[in-house]
């Protein structure tokens, strides 16, 4: 899509983002009651124009009420229209202009309406939970709502002191006066609209591991009934906090953050720097661990390394599928080419028609990419070996650590670690809908982890054959 003056920046969701100019820090300053479900907002946007002049552009925001909208200080003409709101600077922006926008909003924040259900703010029996993804963060705050705009965020919410608000990122403020709490969140780290997540909830703050022993700082906010459970189900998140940074490199951000909402979730959500949870997630038993995994490792893959645009969505659910099953292979469990062998026989007896690489929107969330990328990603460390494949993925998350990616430039990444061209297994398994034969293992099915420093193997970088 560059090179053309257009403002379309998402095939999947037109309506969303406007690629004609990049925001690159937030400021939001909220007030939020929670019984009437009354949300108050100033957002202060520090944005820079494209490189053609700026006479209009649009955020992304539900239905509120706009109080004032101002940029650069002054009164651009505005419409607020189906989730869009429309601006019309007083001046044209020069191109690659740095300029500030101003909106003040208030009203009932509500979810988006989407095919996957309520997208983003949803009011809980007692508090108020964001999950965006993908197109739910206008349901909250004004944003050029596309992944590939990532922008650092300044969060501050001011709520009735019993609840407690969580952000991704550092706490650096909690002031109390009379009977509400001003909660201020700094997320330094480029983050995409939807992956800003937010809790205001009932809560005991836990933390995991042993903070004495440094390494990522991991804290928890649980519904105290849930406690207990909790805290035998999340026991082992430290563990695979290790095993990450071991394998996929540092963890990306300076903290970690989970919670669980005192409501049952469909599914629980990654967000930056802070993963959301259901009750249902929660029994005591373990039962959801893969899921811990799951999404902990998107803060490498989807939220540190970020796709351009939807259709690369496969790069976020395949790895994050691919380390569920590295958890499981580490911890004792199946090993990950046995979890490969029944997502095979799982996907050989459903509908091929699903094209990986770009499976359009309604098929983005099918179960079926998710198994096909564990398997993508397990085919592509099939035919690497350990010692390469782990090194190209260590490669991969650094090179692009804050950055947006594409499947194109996974694949050219990919194949320099390539003894053998990969042309033929990547047009099978990310651009056919055929599902292709399992992956043979380069290497014994047992746990098998790169050394440290890889080592030669016949993974080197740069082809060594024509
Ligand atoms: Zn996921």
Not at 182 to 203: C, D, F, K, N, R
Request: aromatic content about 10%; glycine content about 10%.
């Amino acid at each position: 899509m560059s090179g053309q003056k257009t403002e379309v920046s998402d095939p999947y969701f037109p309506a969303n983002g406007d690629s004609r100019y990049r925001v690159h820090r937030y400021e939001l300053a909220l007030e939020y009651r929670p019984g009437p479900n009354r949300l108050a907002g100033t957002a202060r946007l520090s944005a820079i124009a494209g490189r053609a002049p700026l006479t209009e552009f649009h955020l992304n925001l539900a239905e509120f009420r706009i109080g004032r909208v101002l940029v650069n200080g002054r009164a651009p003409h505005y419409a607020h229209r189906g989730g869009r709101l429309r601006i019309r600077p007083a001046k044209p922006l020069p191109a690659g202009a740095a300029f500030t926008v101003e909106v003040h909003w208030a009203g009932n924040p509500k979810p988006v309406r989407s095919p996957w259900g309520g997208l983003g703010w949803e009011e809980l029996t007692d508090g108020a939970l964001v999950a965006s993804q993908p197109v739910g963060a206008p349901s909250w705050y004004p944003c050029n709502d596309r992944p590939a705009d990532k922008a650092s965020y300044q969060i501050s919410v001011n709520t009735p002191s019993a609840y407690t608000v969580v952000a991704g990122g550092r706490l650096l403020t909690r002031t109390t006066r009379a009977s509400t709490t001003t909660w201020v969140y700094e997320q330094s780290a480029p983050t995409s609209s939807y992956l800003v997540g937010l809790s205001i909830g009932m809560h005991q703050t836990v933390l995991l591991g042993d903070p004495g022993l440094g390494g990522v700082p991991q804290s928890a906010h649980v519904p105290a009934h849930l406690l207990p459970q909790f805290s035998r189900d999340f026991a082992r998140q430290p563990a695979m906090m290790q095993l990450f940074e071991e394998l996929f490199g540092p963890y990306p951000f300076g903290e970690y953050t989970v919670v669980v909402a005192d409501e049952e979730l469909d599914v629980p959500v990654e967000a930056q720097g802070l993963s959301l949870f259901g009750t249902n997630h929660v029994d005591g038993a373990r039962g959801s661990e893969r899921l811990i995994a799951h999404e902990l490792a998107h803060q490498w893959f989807g939220n540190s390394v970020t796709i351009a645009d939807w259709r690369h969505i496969w790069l976020n659910e395949g790895f994050a599928k691919y380390a569920e099953w590295l958890w499981s292979e580490r911890s004792g469990g199946r090993t990950a080419h046995e979890l490969a062998v029944t997502a095979h026989r799982l996907l050989a007896t459903r509908t091929q028609d699903l094209r990986l690489a770009d499976p359009g929107r309604k098929l983005m969330f099918d179960d079926r990419l998710y198994q096909r990328g564990g398997l993508a990603v397990h085919a592509v460390r099939c035919a690497l070996g350990d010692g390469a494949f782990f090194r190209m993925l260590r490669d991969w998350l650094t090179v692009h650590r804050n950055g947006v990616v594409t499947t194109a430039g996974f694949t050219t990444h990919v194949a320099r670690y390539a003894a053998d061209p990969l042309d033929d297994l990547f047009s099978a398994w990310l651009y056919e809908p055929a599902l292709p034969p399992l992956p043979s293992p380069a290497i014994p099915a047992k746990p098998g982890y790169p050394p440290t420093n890889g080592g030669p193997g016949k993974g080197r970088r740069g082809r060594t054959s024509a």
